[in-house]
């Protein structure tokens, strides 16, 4: 990769870090307020639960988007970790191309239900719908582009990625 | 249903993508969309159900909120007082810290949701003291981690349980309780194990502490011993949801290591944030995924078509569950824990009510499976974890493990054969089930 281009993702991956704990860092805050406010001063607000939903479903997409590398999701890397690195990369293509194909398909009618969503609004904050869901359009795109040079990497010779089974996440 | 369906090919797609190497979240988008392709539906309805699937799961925030209070706990010393209390307690014993690894593991899952977050948290520490002048084999010592790490998830709070209150719309306050007694069963057949093997293998004794030295230790843990009283308390008196109440909880840990124990500062919140998050993002993304695709089963009718099919067989809920067992211990072997929750626990829900087994009973029973999926070879996430922790070989710690894997397989029988055993606790405080 191209030194500029390798300073602009790494850039871009670490102001997502910053976002996405962030956005944990309200969540948390928002809960806190809103017990406080029913408890201490019998006050039940509502914004602060649709804040929190909303810190919530960003911090996944953003995270998945630019944050997380694909070893840190929750995958099974068994199989396609006991083949040989030549196996790997024929089937890292096609996994890829798969992905970017099937996420690339359905862009045009997610981006429809999307801008659809003008109408409605949330029923606190007053956030349009349209606003507030253009993330997964952000999201699915940079899905495209991330495996689209997946695959780009690949047939031009690179490795694929070193397997480690303690990155990988699991809720468990 | 054959090969060529819509269904069938999704399915495929998804299992298939995600043996491969992608990302489950992202296989069951994917495969989710193929379907919507092949039946001739909207494709945006992928986008639809993830974005209001993820806006209308308030319970669901309870799981960053959990993992950061256990990141909270693990930031501060809080680790380090724990196991000077629970050396006080049963480091006399031969065998002494091979208990307190158990006892630990315990106390530290009425605090933490999560196995991986248990073995990474106490995982180095237990190693290196357990190892030191050669009182334990490397082998052991990591194996006896991972096993003590199940319990994590099953004494409350509990990731697992939460999500499994989200696929069944069971009580999350009702599962928590569920699961205590099965998760000390767990425990207690553990740490039997270790007296058995203690006298057999000469296990060494700890150094005694003093009787007059207690209060002074317990005082100094208390802070963490009451934490799960703070979380429970919270739950069943009502005062909060189940995710205020994890939020109390991160709070609670935030303030006792920044105030009380003086160990965090600001660069350990922000670290502990990432780290939190970083759990939080990937198994929201398999969350989101398992919306998508869970709009496909329910779709095209999956769960009441098994539901029929085996009522057909006129199995007794007995058979039913043994088979529910040994169906969920086959997938563990290749599948990843939280999957299983989200995606074939709803399938397997109806059959389950028709044959009138009670859902907490199935949930914590279900999830006592799962969890043992994560120390049984070939694919265990806590075993692949552990190696490199300890840096011992899969092989030689397997040998350690199986043991302890029998006992838990007999304690997880008879969890499955004594429903009153998981249901005794949530009905003393008013579950009607």
């Not at chain 2, 706990?73 to 049963?90: E, H, K």
Request: a positive charge.
């Amino acid at each position: 990769m191209h030194p500029f281009m390798r300073g602009a993702v790494d850039w871009i991956r670490r102001r997502a870090e910053n976002v996405v704990a962030g956005l944990l860092g309200l969540m948390f805050v928002a809960f806190i307020v809103q017990i406080v406010f029913r408890y201490f001063f019998n006050f039940p607000i509502g914004w602060s639960s649709e804040l929190s939903v909303v810190a919530w479903l960003y911090m996944v997409l953003i995270g998945a988007a630019f944050w997380l590398r694909e070893g840190e999701e929750i995958r099974f890397d068994l199989v396609a970790g006991s083949l040989g690195p030549r196996a790997r990369r024929i089937i890292g293509i096609l996994v890829a191309a798969a992905t970017v194909v099937l996420f690339a398909m359905s862009f045009p009618a997610a981006w429809s239900y999307v801008t659809f969503m003008k109408v409605e609004s949330t029923s606190y904050l007053k956030i349009r719908l349209d606003v507030l869901y253009s993330v997964y359009l952000l999201f699915a795109a940079a899905v495209i582009v991330r495996y689209a040079w997946d695959v780009w990497r690949l047939l031009r010779g690179a490795g694929p990625e070193a397997i480690d089974a303690t990155k990988t996440s699991s809720g468990l | 249903m054959n090969l060529t369906s819509p269904f069938s090919l999704a399915l495929i797609a998804i299992v298939g993508l995600s043996l491969l190497g992608l990302p489950v979240g992202h296989a069951m988008i994917g495969g989710s969309i193929l379907w919507l392709f092949l039946a001739g539906r909207d494709m945006g309805t992928a986008a639809e159900q993830l974005l209001n699937g993820m806006m209308s799961s308030q319970l669901l925030l309870a799981i960053p909120l959990f993992i950061l209070a256990a990141e909270f706990m693990n930031a501060g010393s809080i680790m380090d007082r724990l196991l000077r209390f629970c050396n006080a307690i049963v480091g006399r014993f031969r065998g002494g810290l091979a208990q307190v690894n158990v006892v630990q593991s315990i106390i530290f899952a009425s605090m933490s949701g999560s196995a991986l977050a248990d073995a990474a948290g106490s995982g180095k520490l237990m190693q290196s003291l357990m190892t030191r002048d050669g009182k334990y084999t490397p082998a052991f010592a990591a194996a006896l981690t991972c096993v003590s790490s199940v319990i994590g998830p099953i004494v409350p709070p509990s990731i697992p349980l939460v999500l499994y209150a989200l696929v069944s719309d069971t009580s999350v306050g009702y599962l928590f309780l569920g699961g205590i007694v099965p998760g000390l069963l767990l425990g207690v057949v553990q740490m039997a194990l270790i007296a058995l093997a203690a006298r057999r293998r000469n296990f060494p004794i700890e150094e005694k502490v003093a009787l007059r030295e207690l209060p002074r230790i317990t005082w100094q843990a208390l802070p963490a011993l009451l934490m799960p009283v703070i979380l429970l308390g919270c739950l069943y008196s009502g005062v909060t949801t189940p995710t205020e109440a994890a939020a109390v909880a991160a709070l609670y840990a935030l303030l006792v290591s920044a105030l009380l124990y003086r160990t965090v500062g600001w660069k350990d919140v922000y670290h502990s944030l990432t780290t939190s998050a970083r759990v939080t993002v990937s198994l929201g993304m398999l969350i989101a995924g398992a919306m998508v695709f869970n709009f496909v089963i329910t779709s095209e009718n999956i769960p009441r078509t098994l539901s029929a099919m085996l009522q057909a067989y006129e199995l007794s809920p007995l058979t039913f569950l043994l088979f529910v067992n040994l169906t969920l211990l086959v997938l563990g072997c290749f599948l990843e824990g939280t999957t299983i929750i989200l995606v074939i626990l709803p399938v397997m829900l109806p059959t389950a009510q028709a044959l009138g087994i009670d859902p907490v009973h199935f949930g914590v029973m279900a999830v006592v499976n799962i969890m043992l999926g994560l120390v049984t070879p070939p694919y265990g996430l806590l075993l692949f974890m552990m190696t490199k922790i300890a840096d011992v070989s899969l092989r030689d710690m397997v040998r350690e493990v199986m043991p302890f894997l029998y006992v838990m397989f007999g304690a997880l029988a008879l969890i499955t054969l004594v429903p009153d055993l998981t249901l005794w606790l949530p009905r003393l405080l008013g579950y009607k089930g």
